[in-house]
């Protein structure tokens, strides 16, 4: 007997984040064009959020956005998150010219179509709309896996009725956590050398099993962690010789913090049973004593180096992006005049990995340029110039492109100059060179910048743009190491668009439509990769579906310009999507 639509979708659990505008129509009423710019603009920052904690928004209708993330840690934080910045912009409007935001938060079995189906979603909803304006409300479900985890306060509002659902469900409301008393802990002192840059310290893991071989592999892997989080260059990594001292003893990681002038501290815990082995680990502010991350890893107790290395690998890939989340929240915090060199990079970083238009690329160039202003020896910040005009040039917002180029340039020569062995500075040269055309010189520099830190993940993105032209193939092996690297990047739509120019330019359309049509899932607002899709539609003769992703490119970048998108790719990649635009009938072509 055939089952309905929703039977045969593929189900999932997953947390589910519902927003809507409070009073929107009211404001529609009074003042409609400037309504509209106010809630494009926090629907924008809202969407930017949801990526940033590794969400997917799946609906954006009218002043709703529904969105979906796989971990409930994420949804709340990135709740949080949205409210903080939302109330920072609105401090200083008079109540009625606020448009404010409800959240409701639940985690449930959802049926995944197109959209997302399920009683989760309707909950969501309406714990939505028991939310106070600018304010959570979170389900049991969801406090229950993200308490201690986030830096968010639980109110207990009890069971709650809610309309259309047949059974009561407990509720919760969900605050920042209150500012730092008078009289607590200030922040460490920053480690000299490092621009005033928060230093991180890891302290020994707590081997919970009775084999001592574990505590070999426990100590390894801190050893191992201390290393590779050093190799990226952003915070300061105390020395083992000095966390090591605090090896079997139980502390609060705030008297760590205290101790070791260290912002966060991470702590863990191995533990074995029965051919298996768990490693925990939490990432800690060490000035309020909140938990900022928790994972967890199981793993088959076999090669213990291998072993070691795979979790090692695992932890860098939860903890880095971590830190750079709390800091650029840190950082958003304060006032624009008020930011030091550090303040005023992480704030860029902020806009440069969340944009949604040409002023947050250019609000993010101008933060890194007074970040280097600020701190002269800084080359990270100069790195992240050369960085962010890539991003210019590829959506075509460069006003003088060749000049963008030259900038690009200079910025990653700069860098490489300043710090010859930060990855970001190679990273930076690799971009500057291949936008300039030089590739063999890109390529160089992209392998430096993965020999100096191979968890790096921009630098394989940027090797395989280099080597696409002349061997996709080899593009192609670089990016799936990335993802393997990192398989839940917030960057993960660039890393499938660029497996899609790779297999274009290698003749494997089917295989192109597939990586962009995931890019486009990931994030929709990418007119790059509406050209390349539709030029792998045009070489498999599906001429109405290629013109009609040209029209959603023209729809999102009407200041295209052929003679652009010549200058700015390889010749390789420009002929086969001219010869595909050509054979779906496109009259630009």
């Known amino acids: 007997m055939p089952g309905s639509q929703q039977n045969k979708a593929r189900r999932q659990l997953a947390a589910i984040l519902s927003a809507d505008a409070v009073g929107y129509s009211r404001r529609m009423a009074e003042d409609e064009a400037a309504t509209a710019q106010v809630l494009r603009s926090h629907r924008d920052t809202i969407a930017g959020y949801v990526r940033e904690h590794r969400g997917r928004v799946v609906n954006a209708v009218g002043d709703n956005l529904l969105a979906e993330f796989a ?50 979603v309707n909950i969501a909803a309406r714990l939505e709309a028991l939310a106070d304006p600018g304010g959570i409300c979170a389900s049991a479900a969801i406090v229950e896996q993200v308490r201690g985890k986030v830096q968010g306060a639980f109110e207990d509002l009890g069971e709650q009725q809610l309309k259309n659902i047949p059974s009561p469900v407990r509720a919760y409301r969900v605050r920042p956590l209150a500012a730092q008393p008078e009289g607590a802990a200030a922040a460490p002192t920053p480690v000299p050398g490092f ?135 840190r950082a958003r915090q304060k006032s624009e005049p008020d930011l030091d060199a550090w303040e005023s990079f992480q704030r860029g970083n902020w806009l440069l990995f969340g944009f949604r238009s040409k002023e947050d690329l250019f609000g993010a160039l101008e933060l890194f340029r007074r970040a280097h202003a600020l701190d002269p ?43 010859d062995d930060d990855p970001w500075a190679h ?36 090797l395989a743009v280099a080597l696409s032209a002349e061997h996709p193939d080899d593009a192609i092996r670089v990016m799936e190491k990335a993802i393997r690297l990192s398989p839940r990047d917030p960057q993960m739509h660039f890393f499938r668009h660029q497996l899609a120019v790779a297999h274009l330019i290698a003749g494997r359309y089917e295989d192109a439509v597939k990586q962009d049509e995931e890019s486009l899932r990931l994030r929709a607002d990418q007119p790059h990769v509406y050209r390349v899709l539709a030029a792998a539609y045009g070489h498999l003769g599906r001429s109405a579906t290629a013109l009609g992703a040209l029209e959603k490119m023209r729809r999102l970048a009407p200041h295209f310009s052929l003679d652009e998108f010549r200058r700015a790719n390889s010749a390789v990649l420009v002929e086969r999507c001219i010869e595909g635009w050509r054979r779906a009938g496109w009259p630009e072509a």
């Open 195 to 329: 621009s005033g840059r928060p230093a991180i310290a890891i302290l020994p893991f707590e081997n919970r099993g009775t084999d001592p071989a574990q505590e070999y592999l426990a100590d390894g892997i801190v050893e191992d962690l201390i290393a590779r989080l050093a190799a990226f260059r952003l915070f300061p990594v105390i020395s083992r010789s000095s966390t090591f001292t605090y090896k079997g003893k139980r502390i609060d990681p705030r008297q760590v913090s205290r101790e070791l002038r260290a912002r966060y501290v991470v702590e863990g815990s191995v533990q074995g049973v029965a051919g298996r082995v768990r490693v925990s680990v939490q990432l800690i502010d060490g000035v309020q004593g909140h938990q900022i991350s928790s994972e967890r890893y199981d793993r088959e107790l076999g090669d213990v180096f291998a072993l070691q290395d795979d979790i090692v690998l695992a932890i860098v890939n939860s903890i880095e992006p971590a830190l750079a989340r709390a800091e650029r929240q």
């Open 427 to 462: 990273t930076a040269l690799g971009y500057g060179c291949s936008l300039s055309g030089d590739m063999p010189r890109a390529i160089a520099a992209f392998e430096r910048a993965i020999e100096l830190n191979p968890s790096l993940t921009l630098p394989y993105q940027g």
């Open 71 to 120: 971990s409930a840690v994420d949804a709340v934080a990135c709740a949080l998150d949205v409210q903080t910045e939302l109330a920072r912009r609105e401090a200083g409007l008079a109540e009625d010219r606020r448009l404010r935001f409800r959240i409701g938060v639940h985690l449930g079995d959802l049926a995944v179509e197109e959209e997302i189906l399920g009683d989760a």
């Open 377 to 419: 020896a800084f080359a990270t910040a100069a790195a992240m110039q050369s960085i962010t005009y890539a991003g210019l040039l590829t959506y075509q917002w460069a006003d003088d492109p060749t000049r963008a180029v030259a900038e690009a340039l200079a910025a990653g020569e700069t860098s490489v100059a300043l710090s």
